[in-house]
Every structure is written in structure tokens, then in C-alpha cells.
């Protein structure tokens, strides 16, 4: 069973950074689709940014909300997914989660991590 473990999250005041890491269990080879979502209290979970795999290109995508501000990246050479967040604000508060997923004999699987609390006090 893959496993994707989250750090790097925690208080910073409005304006400061942060940076996300995952370290999945198995090669970042083995996943197509990585990305990281939030949850904020009493909200549904949203895409916060995704990239794909580099045989498609590593192609990034971010919610409207995060454009500019934060940064998806994975790193062969660490085996690790990132995310830097940059001008953060309160309304950035919530549990970011770590996602993959993989295609095997056209068969889909999802994993996700369990999650790190980011908070920004207003």
C-alpha cells in the first residue's frame, strides 16, 4: 500500500511563506497525476494545485485562488512532491493534503496523505 507523508506545515502570519513536502513510499515513477488539496473548517476539500507526470509533460495546474502565490514541483532526485506558498492569508488556513495517483492495466488507483494543518491568523 502507498503511503504519502506530508510536512513542512504550521503558523505563519499573514504576508510569510511556507513550504510543503510529501514523501510518497514509492518512486514519484510509479504516479501520474500528484497534486495537493485542502480543507478548510466546514468547507468541501478543493484543488490546490496539480501536476502531471513527465511523460506528459510535468504540466502544473493551480486554483485561481493560489495563481502566483504558490508553487508545485516535484523533485526526482528527492523522491518528493512540494509545494511553496508565497503571500499567504488567512483565507490559505486549512489541512493541506498530499494526492497521487496511478494507472495500472487501466485501472485507477487514488492515495492521499493524511494531511498538515496550515494556519494563518487574520
Known amino acids: 500500500q502507498v503511503q504519502l507523508v506530508e510536512s513542512g506545515g504550521g503558523l505563519v502570519q499573514s504576508g510569510g511563506s511556507l513550504r510543503l513536502s510529501c514523501a510518497p513510499s514509492a518512486s514519484l515513477f510509479s504516479f501520474n497525476d500528484m497534486g495537493w488539496y485542502r480543507q478548510a473548517p466546514g468547507k468541501q476539500r478543493e484543488l490546490v494545485a496539480v501536476i502531471t507526470d513527465d511523460i506528459t509533460g510535468g504540466i502544473k495546474k493551480y486554483a485561481d485562488s493560489v495563481k502566483g502565490r504558490f508553487t508545485i514541483a516535484r523533485d526526482d532526485a528527492k523522491n518528493t512532491l512540494s509545494l511553496q506558498m508565497n503571500s499567504l492569508n488567512p483565507e490559505d488556513t486549512a489541512i493541506y493534503y498530499c494526492?497521487?495517483?496511478?494507472?495500472?492495466?487501466?485501472?485507477?488507483?487514488?492515495?492521499w496523505g493524511e494531511g498538515t494543518q496550515v494556519a494563518v491568523p487574520s
Open positions: 494526492y497521487a495517483n496511478q494507472y495500472v492495466l487501466s485501472q485507477k488507483s487514488d492515495y
